[in-house]
């Protein structure tokens, strides 16, 4: 018997269709279901997608669909909703994203969908935490691509910077996916040799840390002022966080996920390291923090409970 390994794409603008673009390209599910309000363009994607299939690592089936087709789908990702537009709070575009997941996710759920959600829409956090409360769903079973983008970025300027395998740079950036995501220095290791060692034989100042933390934070303002938008990256990393649920790898991947004490916080979706197995985020795992690091956790924390609490979540109960 074949094993099923299907997935339901909620949203064909530049993100998903990276996403999707990248699947083709490196295998591992057999059927694509492509869902937007705009179905002539879904429909136009899936048959763009399909033309690829002999050229893929694997047969796959890639149509467009609507949302009864979730119902049998091992994974469900949302990355419908709107741009930020010049001028926009984030929290006007919470609303609005806001208001969008929540009718996705009855939508999918109503269908009979027993799978897990992978969210990327932003701001992604709250948005996690909506799709989460509006399914009722294990909070395992909703998982925000999170930081998993940002801590990429950040390996590959290290790796670049060091001469050395982006695989081999074991850090992580925490908190929202936004300004005031941080890394915690302290357990950035290059192998397993702590990276504030290597850079005190080399001589190097602890400013280049905080430099480092800035070029990343800064990279999705410089993308977007050249070429409006980002979507390759984070459209990899949905593939890798899809790729480690499907095939049960237990991978620590900064994914966003619901915080129960973890760091001394509750009710919250944030980006911390976690494992990622076929049955969702197995384990979150809570970091020695220095009291430094710490303080900007609970700063991270302070911008997203403070944006949930304006949402008004009794409006999603």
Excluded at 87 to 115: M, P, Y
Aim: net charge neutral.
């Amino acid at each position: 018997m074949i094993e099923k390994r299907k997935v339901v794409l909620v949203g064909t603008g530049f993100v998903g269709m990276s996403m999707a673009y990248a699947l083709l390209n490196q295998g591992g599910i057999n059927e694509l279901i492509l869902i937007d309000v705009a179905k002539e363009k879904a429909i136009g994607e899936a048959m763009d997608l399909s033309d690829g299939v002999p050229c893929s690592p694997n047969r796959m089936v890639i149509r467009a669909g609507d949302y009864s087709d979730c119902k049998d789908a091992n994974i469900v990702v949302i990355t419908a909703g709107v741009a930020q537009k010049p001028g926009e709070t984030r929290l006007e575009l919470l609303k609005t994203n806001g208001n969008i997941a929540k009718e996705i996710t009855q939508n999918v759920v109503k269908s009979g969908f027993d799978g897990i959600f992978v969210v990327a829409s932003n701001p992604v956090d709250i948005l996690s935490y909506i799709v989460q409360k509006t399914s009722g769903f294990p909070s395992s079973r909703v998982i925000g691509s999170g930081t998993v983008l940002d801590t990429a970025r950040l390996r590959y300027l290290l790796g670049e910077y060091l001469q050395v395998s982006s695989k081999n740079i074991h850090t992580y950036i925490m908190g929202e996916h936004g300004d005031s995501s941080f890394v915690p220095w302290s357990k950035a290791y290059v192998g397993c040799k702590p990276l504030v060692k290597i850079l005190e034989e080399k001589k190097k100042p602890n400013s280049l840390l905080e430099e480092f933390s800035k070029q990343v934070r800064d990279e999705a303002y410089e993308i977007i002022e050249r070429k409006k938008s980002t979507y390759y990256g984070i459209g990899v990393a949905l593939a890798k966080i899809i790729k480690a649920i499907l095939n049960n790898e237990h991978e620590i991947l900064t994914v966003s996920t619901m915080l129960n004490g973890e760091y001394g916080k509750t009710d919250i979706y944030m980006g911390v390291p976690a494992i990622i197995t076929n049955k969702g985020v197995q384990e979150i795992l809570q970091l020695e923090l220095t009291k430094e690091e710490q303080q900007k956790f609970d700063n991270s924390y302070k911008v997203l409970n403070e944006m949930k609490i304006e949402y008004h979540f009794e409006s999603i109960e």
